[in-house]
């Protein structure tokens, strides 16, 4: 059987090479429209690497161009592997990647609403691997008020080479400023965020936990400078303590077991107030025992 051909490295990337070097299978472009096959992109000097197996963005209205539909693949991957990495990498601050996230920032504010979806996710970090069989995300102006409206799903999660709760299925729907685009390339001043609804999946051997919530949060440059407040319901919560005191998640499951004590509950729901400021979380006003950074 002969083998596939390996990934063609894109010669005119819309990032430096220096901060993310993107590959592909097959890619196309269009008005409005970018879809590649086989996407992989890899941050150089890093074990770092996110391979797509299918990716398509499609803005309906055409307010993107080509050059931007293509942009924001590569920004929507920068974001992925920062988030790997925990910080957006060395490379990444330059002017490039700043006039790409501000061109982006400026087209949906005028109108564009994009749709971006990946399909067979592979996320790696040294030994760790992150897996999905869909994610999808569409950004959009949000009804006048000068904000950014993002919802986002993630389905069929997985992870090997870590022991630890994991959710399986995700969503989320929140508003942010025009310039939280921009900070994808590095962030510069604090971003407020709403966050209007999130919804989560955790597999449990006893039933499924469910998180849904709600809340505000201020992302600074610094994280001791962040802070957030929010709404959180839990269902079926000892079966997530379960699953964090079998994958040896010793904080985790003390914090939870905590919470547990002083949540409200409601039948198989027990829900929160939380409050995160100066490095503390506070669940009812309780300080948990946990670690953030």
């Known amino acids: 059987m002969q083998a596939a051909p ?3 490295v894109d010669a005119t990337p819309p990032l430096p090479t220096s901060c993310l070097q993107i590959a ?3 890619a196309q472009s269009g008005e409005g429209a970018f879809d590649a096959t086989q996407y992989i992109a890899t941050v150089p000097g890093t074990d770092i690497r996110l391979t797509i197996s299918r990716l398509d963005v499609d803005d309906p209205g055409h307010h993107l161009s080509a050059s931007d539909a293509r942009g924001l693949a590569a920004l929507a991957a920068l974001g992925a592997v920062s ?3 925990g910080r957006t990498p060395a490379g990444c601050q ?3 990647t700043s006039a790409l996230a501000h ?4 087209d949906v504010a005028a109108g564009a609403a994009p749709h971006i979806v990946w399909r067979g996710v592979a996320l790696q970090h040294g030994a760790h691997t992150m897996t999905a069989t869909e994610i999808a995300a569409n950004v959009r102006p949000d009804d006048g008020s000068g904000l950014l409206r993002l919802t986002a799903t993630a389905n069929g999660v997985a992870e090997t080479g870590a022991d630890r709760v994991i959710p399986s299925q995700a969503s989320v729907d929140l508003s942010a400023p025009a310039s939280a685009i921009a900070s994808i390339g590095g962030l510069s001043t604090p971003i407020p965020v709403t966050v209007r609804a999130l919804h989560v999946t955790v597999p449990a051997p006893s039933g499924d936990v ?3 919530g709600n809340g505000r949060a201020t992302v600074a440059p610094d994280p001791h400078d962040t802070n957030a407040d929010g709404r959180v319901t839990v269902t079926n919560l000892p079966a997530l303590i379960d699953v964090a005191r079998h994958s040896g998640q010793s904080m985790l499951t003390t914090a939870m077991s905590v919470g547990q004590l002083v949540g409200h509950r409601s039948g198989d ?3 929160w107030d939380i409050k995160y400021a100066d490095d503390l979380i506070l669940i009812n006003n309780i300080p948990l025992p ?3 950074h």
Request: aromatic fraction near 0%; proline fraction near 4%.
């Open 24 to 26: 592909t299978d097959s």
């Open 6 to 8: 390996a990934p063609v």
């Open 210 to 212: 469910t998180l849904e």
């Open 269 to 271: 729901q027990t829900s």
């Open 290 to 292: 946990l670690s953030v």
């Open 103 to 106: 061109t982006l920032s400026s």
């Open 94 to 96: 330059d002017a490039t």
């Open 83 to 85: 988030a790997a990495g």
